[in-house]
Protein backbone atom coordinates (compact mmCIF):
# COMPACT_ATOMS: atom_id res chain seq x y z
CA UNK A 1 0.00 0.00 0.00
CA UNK A 2 1.32 3.51 -1.06
CA UNK A 3 1.11 5.96 1.61
CA UNK A 4 -0.51 9.62 1.01
CA UNK A 5 0.02 11.21 3.56
CA UNK A 6 1.85 10.90 6.58
CA UNK A 7 1.84 13.67 9.85
CA UNK A 8 4.92 13.17 12.17
CA UNK A 9 4.34 14.64 15.46
CA UNK A 10 1.84 17.73 14.83
CA UNK A 11 1.50 20.17 17.60
CA UNK A 12 -0.43 23.57 17.03
CA UNK A 13 -1.30 25.98 19.52
CA UNK A 14 -3.71 29.14 17.98
CA UNK A 15 -2.53 31.45 20.34
CA UNK A 16 0.30 31.89 22.67
CA UNK A 17 -1.93 32.49 25.67
CA UNK A 18 -3.74 29.38 24.91
CA UNK A 19 -2.46 26.87 27.58
CA UNK A 20 -4.44 23.50 25.94
CA UNK A 21 -3.07 22.76 22.17
CA UNK A 22 -5.80 22.65 19.34
CA UNK A 23 -3.29 19.63 18.26
CA UNK A 24 -0.77 17.83 20.69
CA UNK A 25 1.76 15.14 18.77
CA UNK A 26 -0.15 13.71 15.87
CA UNK A 27 1.33 11.40 13.98
CA UNK A 28 -0.39 9.46 11.59
CA UNK A 29 -0.31 7.77 8.05
CA UNK A 30 -3.19 7.10 5.51
CA UNK A 31 -2.91 4.86 2.45
CA UNK A 32 -4.10 5.48 -1.21
CA UNK A 33 -7.35 4.88 -1.78
CA UNK A 34 -8.28 4.40 1.86
CA UNK A 35 -11.81 6.59 3.45
CA UNK A 36 -11.17 7.47 6.51
CA UNK A 37 -13.60 9.16 9.30
CA UNK A 38 -11.70 11.44 12.46
CA UNK A 39 -14.45 11.85 14.82
CA UNK A 40 -14.46 13.57 18.33
CA UNK A 41 -16.24 16.00 20.08
CA UNK A 42 -16.80 19.40 19.90
CA UNK A 43 -13.12 21.41 20.39
CA UNK A 44 -11.37 17.86 20.07
CA UNK A 45 -9.09 19.63 17.37
CA UNK A 46 -10.57 17.51 13.94
CA UNK A 47 -10.84 21.25 11.74
CA UNK A 48 -7.61 22.34 12.48
CA UNK A 49 -6.06 18.66 11.92
CA UNK A 50 -8.25 19.27 8.21
CA UNK A 51 -6.34 22.27 7.68
CA UNK A 52 -3.25 21.96 8.99
CA UNK A 53 -3.38 18.94 5.77
CA UNK A 54 -3.85 21.39 3.11
CA UNK A 55 -1.51 23.93 4.42
CA UNK A 56 -4.17 26.31 5.51
CA UNK A 57 -2.65 25.90 9.33
CA UNK A 58 1.27 25.80 9.85
CA UNK A 59 2.35 24.25 12.61
CA UNK A 60 4.10 24.81 15.27
CA UNK A 61 6.41 21.65 15.10
CA UNK A 62 6.18 18.56 13.58
CA UNK A 63 6.45 17.21 9.39
CA UNK A 64 3.15 17.12 6.81
CA UNK A 65 4.29 14.88 3.61
CA UNK A 66 1.59 14.30 0.92
CA UNK A 67 2.66 11.68 -1.93
CA UNK A 68 6.37 12.33 -0.78
CA UNK A 69 6.38 15.67 -0.80
CA UNK A 70 6.72 17.75 2.60
CA UNK A 71 4.58 20.68 2.91
CA UNK A 72 6.55 23.76 3.19
CA UNK A 73 5.81 27.27 2.11
CA UNK A 74 6.93 26.53 -1.36
CA UNK A 75 5.05 23.72 -2.00
CA UNK A 76 2.11 24.64 -0.47
CA UNK A 77 0.57 25.73 -3.61
CA UNK A 78 1.32 21.68 -5.59
CA UNK A 79 -0.07 20.41 -2.38
CA UNK A 80 -3.15 22.59 -2.10
CA UNK A 81 -3.43 21.43 -6.41
CA UNK A 82 -4.11 17.46 -4.83
CA UNK A 83 -5.84 17.94 -1.55
CA UNK A 84 -9.08 19.71 -2.38
CA UNK A 85 -11.83 20.53 0.80
CA UNK A 86 -15.19 20.86 1.05
CA UNK A 87 -16.23 23.33 3.74
CA UNK A 88 -18.96 22.96 6.66
CA UNK A 89 -21.14 25.53 5.54
CA UNK A 90 -21.87 25.62 1.51
CA UNK A 91 -22.73 29.57 1.73
CA UNK A 92 -19.52 31.21 1.96
CA UNK A 93 -17.77 28.52 -0.38
CA UNK A 94 -19.82 29.79 -3.73
CA UNK A 95 -17.09 31.81 -5.08
CA UNK A 96 -19.17 32.59 -8.47
CA UNK A 97 -22.51 33.66 -9.02
CA UNK A 98 -23.19 30.45 -10.98
CA UNK A 99 -22.81 26.88 -10.82
CA UNK A 100 -20.42 27.04 -13.60
CA UNK A 101 -18.40 29.59 -12.29
CA UNK A 102 -18.06 28.48 -9.30
CA UNK A 103 -16.70 24.77 -10.46
CA UNK A 104 -14.09 26.71 -13.36
CA UNK A 105 -13.19 28.86 -10.12
CA UNK A 106 -10.21 26.63 -8.67
CA UNK A 107 -9.39 25.99 -12.53
CA UNK A 108 -8.86 29.73 -13.40
CA UNK A 109 -6.74 30.16 -10.40
CA UNK A 110 -4.29 27.68 -11.84
CA UNK A 111 -4.38 28.08 -15.52
CA UNK A 112 -5.96 26.35 -17.26
CA UNK A 113 -6.66 27.24 -21.05
CA UNK A 114 -10.20 28.26 -21.40
CA UNK A 115 -11.40 25.42 -23.62
CA UNK A 116 -10.23 22.68 -21.68
CA UNK A 117 -12.13 24.63 -18.92
CA UNK A 118 -15.40 24.13 -20.51
CA UNK A 119 -15.04 20.17 -21.13
CA UNK A 120 -13.71 19.79 -17.36
CA UNK A 121 -16.36 22.09 -15.86
CA UNK A 122 -18.87 20.06 -17.95
CA UNK A 123 -17.69 16.76 -16.65
CA UNK A 124 -17.10 17.61 -12.85
CA UNK A 125 -20.61 18.82 -12.88
CA UNK A 126 -21.61 15.87 -14.64
CA UNK A 127 -20.07 13.67 -12.05
CA UNK A 128 -22.22 15.17 -9.25
CA UNK A 129 -25.59 14.77 -10.95
CA UNK A 130 -25.93 19.05 -11.21
CA UNK A 131 -25.87 19.42 -14.91
CA UNK A 132 -29.48 20.75 -15.60
CA UNK A 133 -28.30 22.98 -12.38
CA UNK A 134 -25.55 24.45 -14.31
CA UNK A 135 -26.32 27.91 -15.32
CA UNK A 136 -28.29 28.91 -11.56
CA UNK A 137 -27.18 30.86 -9.08
CA UNK A 138 -26.62 29.74 -5.27
CA UNK A 139 -29.76 31.00 -3.84
CA UNK A 140 -31.91 29.04 -6.25
CA UNK A 141 -29.95 25.74 -4.85
CA UNK A 142 -30.33 23.29 -1.75
CA UNK A 143 -27.64 23.00 0.51
CA UNK A 144 -26.97 19.47 -0.43
CA UNK A 145 -26.94 21.05 -3.98
CA UNK A 146 -24.21 23.36 -3.07
CA UNK A 147 -22.25 21.03 -1.23
CA UNK A 148 -22.23 19.18 -4.13
CA UNK A 149 -21.23 22.06 -6.53
CA UNK A 150 -18.29 22.65 -4.16
CA UNK A 151 -17.40 18.43 -4.66
CA UNK A 152 -17.67 19.36 -8.66
CA UNK A 153 -15.16 22.23 -7.96
CA UNK A 154 -13.00 19.91 -6.61
CA UNK A 155 -13.13 17.11 -8.64
CA UNK A 156 -12.36 19.74 -12.05
CA UNK A 157 -9.22 20.42 -10.47
CA UNK A 158 -8.56 16.51 -9.91
CA UNK A 159 -6.99 15.78 -6.60
CA UNK A 160 -5.94 12.92 -5.08
CA UNK A 161 -7.27 13.64 -1.81
CA UNK A 162 -10.50 14.83 -0.83
CA UNK A 163 -11.09 16.15 2.66
CA UNK A 164 -14.71 16.78 4.21
CA UNK A 165 -14.69 19.34 6.73
CA UNK A 166 -18.01 17.87 8.24
CA UNK A 167 -19.34 18.67 5.09
CA UNK A 168 -22.75 17.36 6.37
CA UNK A 169 -23.31 18.69 9.30
CA UNK A 170 -25.50 21.74 7.86
CA UNK A 171 -27.37 19.95 5.74
CA UNK A 172 -31.07 18.23 5.98
CA UNK A 173 -30.87 14.11 5.79
CA UNK A 174 -32.00 14.19 2.23
CA UNK A 175 -28.77 16.18 1.68
CA UNK A 176 -26.38 14.40 3.71
CA UNK A 177 -27.30 11.25 1.52
CA UNK A 178 -26.63 12.80 -1.59
CA UNK A 179 -23.38 14.61 -0.97
CA UNK A 180 -22.43 10.92 1.01
CA UNK A 181 -23.49 9.04 -2.07
CA UNK A 182 -21.82 11.54 -4.27
CA UNK A 183 -18.63 11.43 -2.44
CA UNK A 184 -18.44 7.44 -2.21
CA UNK A 185 -19.51 7.00 -6.17
CA UNK A 186 -17.06 9.63 -7.54
CA UNK A 187 -13.94 8.01 -4.95
CA UNK A 188 -14.59 4.40 -6.66
CA UNK A 189 -14.36 6.06 -9.99
CA UNK A 190 -11.16 8.13 -9.61
CA UNK A 191 -9.60 6.18 -6.73
CA UNK A 192 -9.37 8.98 -4.60
CA UNK A 193 -8.51 9.03 -0.69
CA UNK A 194 -10.94 10.55 1.45
CA UNK A 195 -10.56 11.95 4.79
CA UNK A 196 -14.06 12.87 6.56
CA UNK A 197 -14.25 14.86 9.41
CA UNK A 198 -17.66 14.08 10.74
CA UNK A 199 -20.46 14.15 13.86
CA UNK A 200 -22.58 11.73 12.00
CA UNK A 201 -21.36 8.21 13.14
CA UNK A 202 -23.73 6.86 10.44
CA UNK A 203 -21.18 8.14 7.77
CA UNK A 204 -18.02 7.60 9.84
CA UNK A 205 -19.56 3.66 9.78
CA UNK A 206 -19.21 3.50 5.91
CA UNK A 207 -15.23 4.22 6.18
CA UNK A 208 -12.29 1.89 6.11
CA UNK A 209 -10.81 3.43 9.04
CA UNK A 210 -11.93 5.97 12.19
CA UNK A 211 -9.66 8.07 13.90
CA UNK A 212 -10.80 9.19 17.67
CA UNK A 213 -10.17 12.52 18.24
CA UNK A 214 -9.88 13.77 22.34
CA UNK A 215 -8.67 16.98 23.88
CA UNK A 216 -6.07 17.97 20.05
CA UNK A 217 -4.72 14.16 20.60
CA UNK A 218 -5.31 11.12 18.50
CA UNK A 219 -6.93 8.84 20.93
CA UNK A 220 -7.59 5.62 18.85
CA UNK A 221 -7.26 4.43 15.69
CA UNK A 222 -9.17 1.33 14.02
CA UNK A 223 -11.44 -0.24 11.89
CA UNK A 224 -15.40 0.92 12.58
CA UNK A 225 -15.76 -2.74 13.78
CA UNK A 226 -13.15 -1.98 16.74
CA UNK A 227 -14.35 1.55 17.55
CA UNK A 228 -17.71 0.78 18.04
CA UNK A 229 -17.18 -2.23 19.95
CA UNK A 230 -16.77 0.07 22.86
CA UNK A 231 -19.91 0.85 22.87
CA UNK A 232 -20.68 2.85 25.96
CA UNK A 233 -17.41 4.58 26.54
CA UNK A 234 -17.67 5.96 22.99
CA UNK A 235 -20.37 7.56 24.56
CA UNK A 236 -18.64 8.87 27.07
CA UNK A 237 -16.36 10.53 24.91
CA UNK A 238 -19.53 12.62 23.54
CA UNK A 239 -19.93 10.75 20.38
CA UNK A 240 -23.17 8.90 19.24
CA UNK A 241 -22.80 5.30 17.86
CA UNK A 242 -24.59 3.53 15.11
CA UNK A 243 -28.15 2.76 15.62
CA UNK A 244 -27.60 -0.86 15.58
CA UNK A 245 -25.18 -0.92 18.28
CA UNK A 246 -28.07 1.16 20.17
CA UNK A 247 -30.28 -1.31 19.59
CA UNK A 248 -27.60 -4.21 20.62
CA UNK A 249 -27.31 -1.83 23.92
CA UNK A 250 -31.40 -1.94 24.31
CA UNK A 251 -31.60 -5.50 23.45
CA UNK A 252 -29.22 -6.41 26.49
CA UNK A 253 -31.29 -4.48 29.06
CA UNK A 254 -34.17 -6.63 28.02
CA UNK A 255 -32.06 -9.22 28.99
CA UNK A 256 -31.36 -10.73 25.31
CA UNK A 257 -27.62 -11.52 24.99
CA UNK A 258 -25.91 -10.16 22.23
CA UNK A 259 -22.84 -10.58 19.97
CA UNK A 260 -20.23 -8.59 21.28
CA UNK A 261 -18.59 -7.74 18.01
CA UNK A 262 -20.11 -4.68 15.91
CA UNK A 263 -22.41 -5.48 13.84
CA UNK A 264 -23.68 -3.49 10.02
CA UNK A 265 -26.75 -2.93 9.47
CA UNK A 266 -27.22 -6.13 7.62
CA UNK A 267 -25.15 -8.07 10.00
CA UNK A 268 -27.32 -7.12 12.51
CA UNK A 269 -30.61 -7.80 10.28
CA UNK A 270 -29.19 -11.35 9.77
CA UNK A 271 -28.61 -12.21 13.08
CA UNK A 272 -32.02 -10.95 14.82
CA UNK A 273 -33.25 -12.67 11.99
CA UNK A 274 -31.25 -16.14 12.97
CA UNK A 275 -32.74 -15.10 16.40
CA UNK A 276 -35.65 -15.45 16.21
CA UNK A 277 -35.74 -18.70 14.00
CA UNK A 278 -34.26 -20.28 16.99
CA UNK A 279 -36.81 -19.30 18.95
CA UNK B 1 -39.15 46.51 2.42
CA UNK B 2 -35.62 44.28 1.63
CA UNK B 3 -37.32 42.25 -0.57
CA UNK B 4 -38.56 45.03 -2.91
CA UNK B 5 -35.16 46.76 -3.18
CA UNK B 6 -34.07 45.54 -6.52
CA UNK B 7 -30.54 46.23 -6.25
CA UNK B 8 -27.94 43.06 -7.41
CA UNK B 9 -30.70 41.35 -8.18
CA UNK B 10 -30.72 39.74 -11.44
CA UNK B 11 -33.72 38.39 -13.77
CA UNK B 12 -32.56 35.56 -15.78
CA UNK B 13 -33.68 35.82 -19.95
CA UNK B 14 -32.39 35.33 -23.61
CA UNK B 15 -33.77 38.86 -24.76
CA UNK B 16 -31.84 41.44 -27.18
CA UNK B 17 -30.26 43.09 -23.81
CA UNK B 18 -29.38 39.75 -22.13
CA UNK B 19 -27.03 38.74 -24.61
CA UNK B 20 -25.42 42.12 -24.97
CA UNK B 21 -21.73 42.32 -24.02
CA UNK B 22 -21.68 43.21 -20.46
CA UNK B 23 -19.57 46.15 -21.22
CA UNK B 24 -21.65 47.35 -23.77
CA UNK B 25 -24.45 48.00 -21.46
CA UNK B 26 -22.27 49.56 -18.63
CA UNK B 27 -20.59 51.92 -20.94
CA UNK B 28 -24.36 52.58 -22.50
CA UNK B 29 -26.06 53.02 -19.21
CA UNK B 30 -23.23 55.55 -17.80
CA UNK B 31 -23.64 57.28 -21.48
CA UNK B 32 -26.93 58.00 -20.53
CA UNK B 33 -26.41 59.76 -17.68
CA UNK B 34 -24.08 62.21 -18.89
CA UNK B 35 -26.09 62.77 -22.38
CA UNK B 36 -29.27 63.04 -20.15
CA UNK B 37 -27.85 66.18 -19.03
CA UNK B 38 -28.59 67.20 -23.05
CA UNK B 39 -32.08 66.99 -22.60
CA UNK B 40 -33.17 70.70 -21.99
CA UNK B 41 -37.14 70.94 -23.66
CA UNK B 42 -39.92 68.70 -24.03
CA UNK B 43 -39.32 66.90 -27.16
CA UNK B 44 -35.48 65.81 -26.48
CA UNK B 45 -37.15 64.64 -23.10
CA UNK B 46 -39.61 62.78 -25.40
CA UNK B 47 -36.83 61.38 -27.27
CA UNK B 48 -35.37 60.03 -24.05
CA UNK B 49 -38.13 58.55 -23.09
CA UNK B 50 -39.07 56.94 -25.64
CA UNK B 51 -35.77 55.49 -26.49
CA UNK B 52 -35.83 54.41 -22.89
CA UNK B 53 -38.78 52.59 -23.17
CA UNK B 54 -37.85 51.33 -26.50
CA UNK B 55 -34.87 49.82 -23.83
CA UNK B 56 -36.78 47.64 -21.51
CA UNK B 57 -39.14 46.59 -24.23
CA UNK B 58 -35.86 44.93 -25.85
CA UNK B 59 -35.46 43.36 -22.21
CA UNK B 60 -38.38 41.49 -22.12
CA UNK B 61 -38.73 42.22 -18.41
CA UNK B 62 -42.36 43.49 -17.63
CA UNK B 63 -42.54 47.76 -17.04
CA UNK B 64 -43.98 47.14 -13.38
CA UNK B 65 -40.59 45.85 -12.05
CA UNK B 66 -38.77 48.87 -12.92
CA UNK B 67 -41.53 50.80 -11.54
CA UNK B 68 -40.85 49.10 -8.55
CA UNK B 69 -37.54 49.52 -8.65
CA UNK B 70 -38.29 53.56 -8.50
CA UNK B 71 -40.89 53.10 -5.39
CA UNK B 72 -38.22 53.17 -2.89
CA UNK B 73 -36.61 56.43 -4.05
CA UNK B 74 -39.99 58.18 -4.62
CA UNK B 75 -39.44 60.39 -1.11
CA UNK B 76 -35.80 61.74 -3.28
CA UNK B 77 -37.49 62.21 -6.29
CA UNK B 78 -40.71 64.28 -4.46
CA UNK B 79 -38.21 66.18 -2.48
CA UNK B 80 -36.15 67.95 -5.21
CA UNK B 81 -39.15 68.19 -7.22
CA UNK B 82 -41.30 69.84 -4.53
CA UNK B 83 -38.17 72.19 -3.87
CA UNK B 84 -37.71 73.13 -7.59
CA UNK B 85 -41.24 74.24 -7.71
CA UNK B 86 -41.27 76.39 -4.85
CA UNK B 87 -38.05 78.04 -5.68
CA UNK B 88 -37.62 78.64 -9.25
CA UNK B 89 -38.24 82.02 -10.10
CA UNK B 90 -38.65 82.94 -13.70
CA UNK B 91 -41.42 82.97 -16.46
CA UNK B 92 -45.07 83.47 -15.58
CA UNK B 93 -45.88 83.37 -11.92
CA UNK B 94 -48.94 81.92 -10.43
CA UNK B 95 -48.44 82.22 -7.08
CA UNK B 96 -46.18 83.71 -4.85
CA UNK B 97 -45.72 84.64 -0.80
CA UNK B 98 -42.34 85.40 0.80
CA UNK B 99 -39.64 83.71 -0.89
CA UNK B 100 -42.07 80.88 -2.54
CA UNK B 101 -42.90 81.07 -6.19
CA UNK B 102 -44.82 78.74 -7.86
CA UNK B 103 -44.26 79.68 -11.81
CA UNK B 104 -44.25 78.34 -15.36
CA UNK B 105 -40.70 77.96 -15.29
CA UNK B 106 -40.61 75.89 -11.81
CA UNK B 107 -43.27 73.40 -13.05
CA UNK B 108 -41.27 72.87 -15.98
CA UNK B 109 -38.24 72.39 -14.04
CA UNK B 110 -39.99 69.95 -11.92
CA UNK B 111 -41.37 67.90 -14.50
CA UNK B 112 -38.04 67.66 -16.47
CA UNK B 113 -36.42 66.39 -13.24
CA UNK B 114 -38.85 64.09 -12.33
CA UNK B 115 -37.97 62.94 -15.97
CA UNK B 116 -34.59 62.74 -15.22
CA UNK B 117 -35.11 60.50 -11.95
CA UNK B 118 -36.98 58.40 -13.56
CA UNK B 119 -34.73 57.87 -16.55
CA UNK B 120 -32.12 57.55 -15.12
CA UNK B 121 -33.27 54.48 -12.45
CA UNK B 122 -34.99 53.22 -15.27
CA UNK B 123 -31.90 52.70 -17.49
CA UNK B 124 -29.76 51.24 -14.36
CA UNK B 125 -32.06 49.20 -12.65
CA UNK B 126 -32.07 47.89 -16.43
CA UNK B 127 -28.19 47.45 -16.32
CA UNK B 128 -28.64 45.20 -13.15
CA UNK B 129 -31.35 43.72 -13.95
CA UNK B 130 -30.39 42.15 -17.23
CA UNK B 131 -26.90 41.61 -16.43
CA UNK B 132 -25.12 38.84 -14.09
CA UNK B 133 -23.25 40.34 -11.34
CA UNK B 134 -20.08 38.87 -12.74
CA UNK B 135 -20.40 39.47 -15.94
CA UNK B 136 -20.80 43.31 -14.47
CA UNK B 137 -17.39 42.98 -12.63
CA UNK B 138 -15.96 41.53 -15.96
CA UNK B 139 -17.05 44.49 -17.96
CA UNK B 140 -15.93 46.33 -14.93
CA UNK B 141 -12.01 44.44 -15.11
CA UNK B 142 -12.29 44.89 -18.86
CA UNK B 143 -12.96 48.61 -19.30
CA UNK B 144 -10.53 49.11 -16.05
CA UNK B 145 -7.37 47.89 -17.57
CA UNK B 146 -5.59 50.27 -19.17
CA UNK B 147 -5.49 51.80 -15.36
CA UNK B 148 -3.21 48.79 -14.94
CA UNK B 149 -0.52 50.99 -16.19
CA UNK B 150 -0.69 53.44 -13.40
CA UNK B 151 -0.37 50.24 -10.75
CA UNK B 152 -4.07 50.37 -9.77
CA UNK B 153 -5.14 47.06 -8.30
CA UNK B 154 -7.61 46.22 -11.29
CA UNK B 155 -8.43 42.69 -10.67
CA UNK B 156 -8.45 42.55 -6.94
CA UNK B 157 -11.07 45.84 -7.08
CA UNK B 158 -13.25 42.91 -9.53
CA UNK B 159 -12.66 40.44 -7.32
CA UNK B 160 -14.20 42.39 -4.31
CA UNK B 161 -17.07 44.01 -6.32
CA UNK B 162 -18.03 39.94 -7.40
CA UNK B 163 -17.85 38.90 -3.98
CA UNK B 164 -19.45 42.09 -2.67
CA UNK B 165 -22.33 41.63 -5.12
CA UNK B 166 -22.47 37.64 -4.62
CA UNK B 167 -23.27 38.44 -0.86
CA UNK B 168 -25.69 41.33 -1.34
CA UNK B 169 -28.72 38.25 -1.42
CA UNK B 170 -26.97 36.23 1.14
CA UNK B 171 -26.75 39.34 3.70
CA UNK B 172 -30.17 40.69 2.50
CA UNK B 173 -31.42 37.11 4.01
CA UNK B 174 -29.23 36.75 6.59
CA UNK B 175 -30.49 40.65 8.13
CA UNK B 176 -34.33 39.27 7.24
CA UNK B 177 -32.98 36.48 9.73
CA UNK B 178 -31.76 38.22 12.55
CA UNK B 179 -34.57 40.87 12.60
CA UNK B 180 -36.94 37.94 12.53
CA UNK B 181 -35.38 36.57 15.51
CA UNK B 182 -34.74 39.51 17.59
CA UNK B 183 -38.80 40.46 17.18
CA UNK B 184 -39.17 36.99 18.42
CA UNK B 185 -37.02 38.27 21.36
CA UNK B 186 -39.44 41.34 21.95
CA UNK B 187 -37.18 43.91 19.58
CA UNK B 188 -39.60 46.25 18.06
CA UNK B 189 -38.45 47.83 14.82
CA UNK B 190 -39.90 51.08 13.60
CA UNK B 191 -41.78 52.41 16.51
CA UNK B 192 -40.68 54.86 19.44
CA UNK B 193 -38.97 58.06 18.64
CA UNK B 194 -35.83 58.31 16.66
CA UNK B 195 -33.37 57.56 19.55
CA UNK B 196 -35.49 54.40 19.89
CA UNK B 197 -35.26 53.30 16.53
CA UNK B 198 -31.43 53.96 16.01
CA UNK B 199 -30.99 51.81 19.32
CA UNK B 200 -32.82 49.15 18.20
CA UNK B 201 -30.87 48.79 14.87
CA UNK B 202 -28.10 47.69 17.47
CA UNK B 203 -29.43 44.04 17.88
CA UNK B 204 -29.69 43.97 13.91
CA UNK B 205 -26.49 45.37 13.19
CA UNK B 206 -23.69 43.58 15.79
CA UNK B 207 -24.47 40.37 14.46
CA UNK B 208 -24.80 40.93 10.87
CA UNK B 209 -21.13 42.59 11.44
CA UNK B 210 -19.80 39.89 13.14
CA UNK B 211 -21.43 36.71 10.94
CA UNK B 212 -20.42 38.81 7.89
CA UNK B 213 -16.59 38.82 9.40
CA UNK B 214 -17.06 34.57 9.82
CA UNK B 215 -18.56 34.73 6.43
CA UNK B 216 -15.61 36.77 4.75
CA UNK B 217 -12.72 34.10 6.71
CA UNK B 218 -14.51 31.06 6.22
CA UNK B 219 -14.53 32.17 2.08
CA UNK B 220 -11.06 33.30 1.98
CA UNK B 221 -10.44 29.84 3.10
CA UNK B 222 -11.93 28.43 0.69
CA UNK B 223 -10.49 29.98 -1.73
CA UNK B 224 -7.36 29.86 -1.20
CA UNK B 225 -8.04 26.06 -0.85
CA UNK B 226 -9.00 26.25 -4.62
CA UNK B 227 -5.83 27.32 -5.09
CA UNK B 228 -6.47 31.27 -5.47
CA UNK B 229 -3.05 33.16 -5.45
CA UNK B 230 -4.38 36.35 -7.00
CA UNK B 231 -4.89 38.04 -10.45
CA UNK B 232 -1.41 36.74 -11.84
CA UNK B 233 -1.58 33.78 -14.05
CA UNK B 234 -5.18 33.35 -13.94
CA UNK B 235 -7.55 32.58 -17.12
CA UNK B 236 -11.03 33.14 -17.56
CA UNK B 237 -13.55 30.93 -17.58
CA UNK B 238 -16.17 33.40 -19.36
CA UNK B 239 -15.22 35.73 -22.66
CA UNK B 240 -17.03 39.11 -23.42
CA UNK B 241 -17.66 38.66 -26.61
CA UNK B 242 -18.57 41.76 -28.62
CA UNK B 243 -20.74 41.10 -31.04
CA UNK B 244 -22.67 43.02 -33.46
CA UNK B 245 -26.11 43.91 -31.55
CA UNK B 246 -23.41 45.66 -29.30
CA UNK B 247 -22.27 47.72 -32.10
CA UNK B 248 -25.72 48.59 -33.19
CA UNK B 249 -26.80 49.84 -29.31
CA UNK B 250 -23.81 51.96 -29.37
CA UNK B 251 -24.81 52.99 -32.54
CA UNK B 252 -28.28 53.97 -31.39
CA UNK B 253 -27.13 55.80 -28.55
CA UNK B 254 -24.96 58.03 -31.17
CA UNK B 255 -28.01 58.59 -33.08
CA UNK B 256 -29.57 59.59 -30.11
CA UNK B 257 -26.79 62.02 -28.94
CA UNK B 258 -26.95 63.92 -32.43
CA UNK B 259 -30.83 64.03 -31.74
CA UNK B 260 -30.13 65.42 -29.04
CA UNK B 261 -28.16 68.27 -29.72
CA UNK B 262 -29.90 69.13 -32.82
CA UNK B 263 -33.29 69.22 -30.82
CA UNK B 264 -32.20 71.20 -27.54
CA UNK B 265 -32.87 74.60 -27.60
Not at chain 1, 108 to 124: D, F, K, L, W
Not at chain 1, 261 to 267: D, I, N, V
Not at chain 2, 235 to 245: C, I, S, V
Amino acid sequence: MEEIIQLKNISFTYSEEDLRPALNDVSFSINKGEWIAIIGPNGSGKSTLAKTINGLIEANSGEVVLGGVPLSTETVWDVRRKVGMVFQNPDNQFVGSTVQDDVAFGLENIGIPREQMITRVENAVEAVNMTEFIDKEPARLSGGQKQRVAIAGIIALAPDIIILDEATTMLDPKGRNEVIETILRIKEERDLTVISITHDIDEAAKANRIFVMQEGQLKQIGTPEEIFAVGADIIEMGLDIPFPEKLKYQLQRQGISVPDEYLTEEGMVDWLWKLFSVM
Amino acid sequence: MLEKMLFGRYIQGTSFVHKMDPRAKLIGAFYFIIIIFLANNWITYLAMAIFTFLCVFLSDIPIKVFINGVKPLIWLISFTVILQILFTTGGESYFSWGIIHITSFGLLNGAFIFMRFVLIIFMSTLLTLTTMPLSLTDAIESLLNPLKKWKVPVHEIALMLSIALRFVPTLMDEATKIMNAQRARGVDFGEGNIIQQMKSVTPILVPLFVSSFNRADELANAMEARGYQGGEGRTKFRLLDWQGRDNLAMAAFLLLTVLLIFLRT
